[in-house]
């Protein structure tokens, strides 16, 4: 991460360099991925969802040997004004303490990601606190969290924008792009009342298939909580709406930062991993508005959260991983970067059947 931009202060914009040149656009890489698979020390296809993971990222960098040694995982912090309806177990103020807590490295994304190798970043695109200056915190934020979306828009146009451009941004100044593998993280309390909404709207199914307990939120708030998403998505009256209005009315900032990010991994050819109901809500507004980022999206893990599924149904991605998780952070999606690693490293480190002095298979 460029560390320029890390020390902004709030409001302050950088310059946006222009996208990469892409390269090797006339290769079959699908066709150079499989031909490099089969030839390694193996039944073709015995190492099953490894290969077509390790196909995928020759595709996504346009590569015959893959790289993932920059791992870093963002995680997006901001508050949501619908938290005023009632709708979280937890109060608005955990947004700021968590933060606070990743920054302290205490939380299970710290723990895990250093399991992963990857490094954490915490992004402050709309928490309602003032934080420090800290090496791994960005401070960006647009504003202190969205209005209530039972009321009106969540956000302005203007407001979208700026966090759509940050998601994107983060991305330009980043160091070695060639050989990165991002994860997806957020931070939000009310964030999973957003994200309801949204696949509500964008997978056009009804409010109590996509609203799950978030925060563990009893039967009775989960019946107050689908009633409010309902209330915002008539005051706001998205039903046939187009994807970015969507994300202005009903969604969040950091949710708009992630679809920014998602859409330029797709310009820069970086691969991203969704973690769960969140970020693939992000991942669903970006695949909306631009269907080729399934290109580079790899899904972590499926989440308990019912909405999560049908997101992952929406973009067309099967999850990595299914550990029945809900926490967010980029937990899911971490621990899935081990899993690309390794079959980019089996890729990469496999002998031949040539090298080796193995018989290949008989004709």
Not at 56 to 80: G, N, W
Not at 293 to 303: I, M
Not at 330 to 356: D, P, Q
Request: net charge negative; charged share 20%.
């Amino acid at each position: 991460m460029d560390k320029t931009l890390m020390g902004l202060p709030e409001g302050q914009s950088v310059q946006r360099p222009a996208t990469i040149a892409l390269q090797n656009d006339d290769c079959d890489w699908k066709a150079i991925a499989k031909a490099r698979l089969d030839d390694l020390t193996k039944p073709p296809g015995s190492l099953g969802r490894l290969e077509g993971i390790a196909a995928q990222m020759v595709l996504i960098q346009r590569q015959e040997r893959p790289s993932c040694t920059h791992k870093v995982v963002y995680v997006f912090a901001a508050d949501h004004g619908v938290i005023e309806e009632g709708v979280s177990a937890y109060p608005k103020q955990v947004t700021e303490q968590m933060v606070r807590n990743f920054l302290g490295h205490g939380a299970a994304i710290n723990v895990l990601a250093r399991c992963a190798g990857a490094e954490v970043i915490v992004v402050d695109v709309g928490v309602d606190a003032t934080f420090e200056a800290h090496p791994q915190l960005v401070r960006r934020k647009i504003r202190r969290g969205t209005r209530n979306m039972t009321r009106g828009p969540a956000m302005t146009e203007e407001e979208v924008k700026a966090a759509l451009n940050l998601g994107r941004l983060l991305i330009q100044q980043s160091p070695s792009p060639d050989n990165q593998l991002i994860a997806l993280g957020e931070m939000g309390i009310g964030n999973t009342t957003a994200a309801a909404a949204i696949t509500a709207v964008l997978c056009r199914k009804r409010v109590e298939e996509v609203t799950g307990p978030g925060t563990g939120i009893s039967l009775e708030t989960l019946i107050h909580k689908r009633q409010v998403i309902e209330k915002a998505l008539e005051i706001n009256a998205v039903k046939n709406a187009g994807p970015m209005d969507v994300l202005q009315r009903v969604g969040g900032l950091e949710i708009a930062a992630m679809t920014g990010m998602i859409l330029e991994g797709h310009a820069q050819r970086i691969a991203v991993v969704m973690d769960g109901f969140i970020s693939s809500a992000a991942a669903a507004v970006a695949f909306a508005m631009e269907p080729r980022v399934k290109e580079v999206l790899f899904a972590g893990h499926v989440s308990q959260e019912p909405g999560h599924r049908v997101l992952l149904d929406y973009i067309g991605v099967e999850p990595i991983l299914n550990l029945e998780m809900r926490l967010g952070e980029g937990t899911g999606a971490v621990l899935a970067m081990t899993v690309i690693e390794a079959s980019v490293k089996v890729l990469n480190e496999m002998a031949t059947f040539s090298s080796a002095g193995v018989s290949g298979p008989q004709a």
